[in-house]
């Protein structure tokens, strides 16, 4: 049976945390060392999860932190915990407490918010510069160390990134190919059994299915973005490369993803906007529908970070530091705040990294780092499902390779395209038939049945105005919003309604909600 390690809490309380949390035979073992008990979870023989003396989260088992990877260990009565070179697992600590885990709603004790990391947390959609929204509670930057002992100590490590050799070599289309095939075939040839790949036809899911050599192996899964799900560009592409390799494929309807809310909230906790809840129903509906035997689970996570030039806006002062944030626009306008913050974590991160965000692909790679926070979910809910997740995107070498191609075969990602041409996949030529336009979270939402926001708890830290107009708009949009929402989605017409200053109030209210929603979750965390 395949064998990972999700999460892991360490603390002084003999408290075994509740972390099944989809019901699919999640595992909990607990080590004691000193004062200390170290909680581990995961799917199989997590006891004997080691490698040199170290419990690791890496897939499969590896000893390296530049790759997707935790690693803990014991020096004599001292527990040390690092973390990978990107962060691409969050780890959050209560130094007061001494508590450590996987899990923000673990480390909360002391409710008290932090002024600064609230005001970044609505301004970002989720935690950044290692300080979540409550005081007490902090979490790992990239590519460091705690050391635990009578306390929390922090310690940075360098930051191979940023070493000159990083850009020094310019690399070729055929060596970053090259990388990423002997990558999945070196994993695909020491796992059995299926390998689960959602694919949504884009670049990276579409070049994944070219390089897992046995196709029949590969378990396919897409959901549409559009209002007829299976005539969503995602979808068509997808069976398209699933007719050209003959794979299993199916598509997975979404309908109804904010029943899912508390589920999101008991995994993400308050380190993130309420997100990923299509993703908890899209692997929810996986599973009634399919028995696996011994799958794993093959992302493409953040592919096209690497893949593409000037992706990210340029850094100049402070204020910009929220590019690197490339937020979608899923967060709350600060000025519905009730308390401003004196933006002294910006302010330092700006200082400290603002020459070397003047290249574009050292900024990718910040844009990252700092974004994982939330879209660690893309490889984090898989594992609560019981796949372990593997994907070469977050490889050191493979990263580095990719971003030193030359600059004018990233521009547009034509590396990629003329790839996909070369071996018959550029669907992109094949006049296929499809919708573009992204109406999911719209769509569903108009059948959701969401919980309002506490306004009496909430009118401490946001404007009680706002609070109620996004009440109003969520519980009873009028039949003028509903109809000018639609138009807004039609090509021509949506385009002179927005010139013309007319907005989708109900889209921006639900995205207010999702990160307002998260807050309150957070200050009614029952520990």
């Known amino acids: 049976i395949m064998t990972k390690v999700i999460g892991f809490l360490i603390t002084k309380e003999n408290k075994r945390p509740k972390v099944d949390f989809f019901n699919v035979d999640i595992k909990t073992i607990r080590i004691q060392h000193n004062c200390y008990s170290i909680y581990l979870w995961g799917i199989g023989d997590i006891e004997k999860y080691k490698i040199h003396g170290k419990y690791s989260l890496s897939f499969p088992l590896k000893d390296t932190l530049f790759d997707r990877n935790i690693l803990i260990s014991f020096d004599g009565d001292k527990i040390i915990i690092e973390n990978d070179w990107l962060g691409s697992i969050p780890i959050f600590y209560n ?3 001494k508590i450590i885990s996987t899990l923000s709603n673990l480390c909360q004790k002391n409710k008290t918010i932090d002024n600064e990391g609230l005001s970044n947390f609505c301004e970002f959609g989720y935690s950044v510069f290692e300080q979540t929204m409550f005081e007490d509670v902090k979490f790992m930057r990239y590519y460091s160390k ?17 070493d000159k050799s990083f850009l020094e070599k310019t690399s070729s289309e055929d060596e970053v190919i090259g990388l990423m095939q002997e990558y999945i075939s070196d ?7 299926e390998i689960v790949l959602p694919t949504s036809g884009g670049y990276d899911s579409r070049i994944l299915n070219y390089f ?49 809310i508390e589920e999101w909230a008991k995994v993400y906790g308050f380190s993130s906007h309420l997100h990923g809840m299509y993703h908890i129903e899209f692997y929810s509906n996986i599973f009634k529908k399919n028995d696996f035997c011994n799958a794993s689970f093959l992302s493409g996570i953040v592919g096209d970070a690497w893949a593409e030039l ?11 530091v929220i590019n690197l944030g490339y937020t979608h626009g899923i967060n709350l306008d600060l000025k519905h705040l009730i308390k401003s913050s004196e933006d002294v ?30 879209i660690s979910y893309l490889t984090q809910i898989p594992e609560y499902f ?18 030193n191609m030359p ?92 010139r013309l200053g007319f907005k989708n109030e109900y889209l921006k209210a639900l995205r207010e909600y999702y990160v307002i929603k998260s807050i309150e979750k957070g200050l009614k965390n029952e520990f």
């Open 95 to 97: 130094p007061k407490e």
């Open 146 to 162: 705690i050391i635990l002992l009578n306390d929390v100590k922090i310690e940075y490590k360098k930051d191979p990134v940023l």
């Open 187 to 193: 994993i695909e040839s020491k796992i059995d059994g």
């Open 212 to 260: 897992v050599k046995d196709k029949k192996r590969i378990r396919a899964f897409t959901y549409g973005i559009s209002k007829d799900q299976s005539q969503s560009i995602e979808v068509v592409h997808a069976k398209k490369i699933s007719d050209i390799y003959n794979t299993k494929w199916e598509q997975i309807e979404l309908t109804e993803f904010h029943k899912y």
């Open 310 to 320: 000037d992706k990210f806006e340029s850094i100049k002062k402070y204020q910009d």
């Open 345 to 374: 974590l910006k302010k330092q991160y700006f200082e400290e990294h603002k020459k070397h965000l003047e290249s574009d692909k050292i900024k990718a790679i910040f844009t990252i780092r700092m974004k994982l926070m939330l």
């Open 386 to 403: 019981g796949m372990p997740v593997w994907t070469p995107f977050l490889n050191f070498d493979i990263v580095k390779s990719t971003l």
């Open 407 to 498: 600059d004018e075969r990233r521009k547009n990602r034509i590396w990629q395209r003329d790839f996909f041409k070369s071996v018959n996949l550029n669907l992109e030529d094949m006049n296929l038939k499809s919708i573009k336009s992204n109406k999911l979270d719209y769509e569903i939402s108009q059948h959701a049945k969401l919980e309002k926001i506490d306004i009496e708890l909430m009118g401490e830290y946001v404007n009680e105005k706002r609070l109620n107009e996004i009440n109003k708009i969520l519980s009873s949009p009028t039949p003028f919003e509903k109809i000018k929402n639609q138009l807004l989605y039609v090509p021509k017409i949506g385009g002179v309604l927005r």
